[in-house]
């Protein structure tokens, strides 16, 4: 079984999940709005109120909507994290850090 740690509204109707195995999706929900729980979230000022309900582990809307967890996991788009290579973050932290030391003098 699998729970949603986090969400993030992208655009249309599309939603950027974390999940407890470190995984991040993205899920298209626009064709799984039917009925009367889901029909309303068609309206994108309603879907964007998408936000995380700790206490079931998922996604739930402002209308009372939620989806269950394992279906998010289902059709969710595994995205790849994006690699940097080694030398280059350690660059980028050195080069901050000099920065920083010298905004305090």
């Not at 030398?87 to 850090?97: F, L, M, P, T």
Request: without cysteine; hydrophobic residues 40%.
């Amino acid at each position: 079984m699998h729970y949603v740690i986090s969400v993030e509204y992208l655009s249309g109707y599309k939603l950027k999940l974390g999940f407890e195995d470190g995984s991040m999706r993205i899920a298209d929900l626009a064709s799984h709005l039917d009925g009367e729980v889901f029909a309303p979230l068609k309206i994108l000022r309603l879907f964007r109120t998408a936000r995380l309900n700790p206490d079931l582990d998922t996604v739930v809307w402002s209308n009372g909507a939620d989806m269950s967890p394992d279906f998010l996991y289902e059709i969710g788009i595994p995205i790849k994290a994006a690699s940097q290579p080694v030398g280059q973050v350690a660059e980028s932290k050195a080069k901050y850090a000099a920065r920083r030391n010298t905004d305090n003098r």
